[in-house]
């Protein structure tokens, strides 16, 4: 068991610096808040998930959402916000943003905002590990 006086300590180390840190860059980009904290195989295979399941939503021709005119539509927003820096790539080169009817298209739309919405998960797990309400 940890005495109060090294869970104290433990308590002080983890709020030094800017704690928010793990938090946007693991917003960002996939993996990067776990990779900032020293999780290295958590860091790799959340990056791997999540842009592995962009990538797939994106090659079954599914939609990046751009507007909210429908509540789902900005639901679907708000999901596809969640894979940060990919978002604004696939917005600024056009990913995702052709019309097309194929059966895969619903699916992955759904892959890429899953793909999100995994994301934000994995940047506020960096985040509770960094100010140590999970532990290490």
Same mark, same amino acid.
């Given at each position: +068991? ?50 592995? +399941? ?5 090659? +079954? ?6 507007? *909210? ?5 900005? #639901?679907? +927003? ?5 894979? *940060?820096?990919?978002? #604004? ?48």
């Amino acid at each position: +068991m940890a005495t109060a006086s090294t869970r104290n300590s433990a308590g002080q180390n983890s709020q030094r610096g800017f704690v928010y840190l793990p938090l946007i860059a693991g917003w960002l980009v996939p993996g990067l808040g776990h990779f900032l904290l020293r999780k290295w195989i958590r860091g790799a295979l959340l990056a791997a998930s999540v842009i592995g +399941m962009f990538a797939l939503g994106l090659l +079954m021709k599914g939609k990046i959402y751009t507007g *909210g005119q429908e509540i789902l539509d900005l #639901l679907g +927003m708000a999901g596809d916000l969640g894979n *940060g820096l990919l978002f #604004l790539a696939a917005r600024t080169f056009g990913w995702g943003a052709e019309h097309v009817q194929v059966t895969t298209a619903d699916y992955g739309t759904k892959f890429i905002v899953v793909a999100g919405l995994l994301n934000v998960i994995a940047a506020v797990d960096a985040h509770n590990l960094r100010t140590g309400r999970k532990p290490l």
